[in-house]
DNA sequence: GTCTATACTGAGATAGAC
DNA sequence: GTCTATCTCAGTATAGAC
């Protein structure tokens, strides 16, 4: 059946955004799906392949999304830098919008980052995107040192996989979610560089 | 032998704070400290609570330090809200410090909160200084709804843990690392409200 | 090409001898 | 306290039916 790969892709997001990866055993992916164990590695070789394919499915065109978002952006800016604000909301709002029609997907992404999982697939996919968007940030940060922003860079990945996450309970939408996150992050990265350092 | 168990918990410590504590299986670490497999057992009762008393035993004076400088700076403040600058400083300076004599520690932390584990530990060890800390922040942080408010909590928490783990290159010492921690954290607490949620 | 049955290795856990 | 042997379950691999 054409539509094995889909109902183990389907059984294994479920799973896998409720429980975490590690926590999902094959036996359960295929129990929930009503197939052989074989097939999974028929269809995609392994486990690690498997979380490969599900990321990658939705990855591609939230990341394609971004992009157009923040070029738009960009052009709007006319050779200047774009407000963090914005440049932020390009990042976020795609995930927002997968996220209202497949909110299982997010909790996967979530999961992905925040269990370190697939580093090949987060480099590969997610890099080149990531680099694009650092580089819109620095052009409005340069007040702060290389290294300074460097790390703050790495305090917002950290505050977006632990938002993605949502292991606590949803008060309002993903949009509001975001809204706040951005307000915060924008603070962050605008507040004057670290004295002395 | 008495150091039987001190011989499991280096040997752990280390390997968890290199490959993270789902990718350290048992047999590493008997392997590396030199003894029989069921002494983990015998010792501890699980794998799991092998991380536990890990954790605590270094955790429980860290928190210790940090409700002693809290209560410093409360006084300090003589009834008024203590700055976001210093409970956060309260906070992770002791970390920071635990860091400077056991580097290995402070990844273990990261790890245990990154990879999800231990919600117990985590509740019993860290809920009731976090709920401190959170209820000092609370109170130099009027202007924000309460829904607001813990979602900012949220992102700092993502912020933190992300930055403990350190995967990235360590340039500069750890309380550099904090101090761009605690500026970046204090504007995104300090930004005003999001408009119209 | 697709699926089933079954076996292999390594994980954490446990019982019982010493 | 410590060690050996063993159990169950995980991910993985393959031979062969359709």
């Not at 694009?132 to 940030?137: M, N």
Request: proline share 5%.
């Amino acid at each position: 059946m054409i539509d094995t790969k889909q109902k183990i892709l389907d059984a294994a997001e479920q799973l896998i955004a409720g429980q975490g990866y590690a926590a999902t055993s094959l036996r359960q992916i295929i129990t929930s799906a009503g197939v052989n164990l074989a097939s999974i590695h028929y269809h995609f070789g392994s486990k690690e392949e498997l979380l490969d394919e599900l990321v990658r499915r939705k990855a591609v065109p939230v990341n394609e999304k971004r992009l157009e978002i923040l070029d738009r952006y960009a052009a709007e800016a006319g050779g200047g830098p774009v407000p963090i604000e914005k440049v932020l909301d390009a990042f976020l709002t795609p995930m927002a919008e997968a996220a209202t029609r497949q909110p299982q997907f997010v909790r996967v992404m979530g999961r992905v980052i925040v269990e370190g999982l697939l580093p090949a697939v987060i480099q590969k996919n997610f890099q080149p995107v990531l680099n694009r968007f650092i580089g819109a940030l620095r052009e409005g940060l340069p007040h702060l040192s290389a290294s300074e922003f460097q790390w703050r860079i790495q305090f917002m990945i950290g505050a977006m996989a632990h938002t993605m996450c949502g292991t606590i309970e949803q008060d309002g939408d993903f949009g509001t979610r975001i809204a706040r996150l951005i307000v915060f992050l924008s603070a962050g990265f605008r507040a004057p560089a670290t004295e002395g350092k």
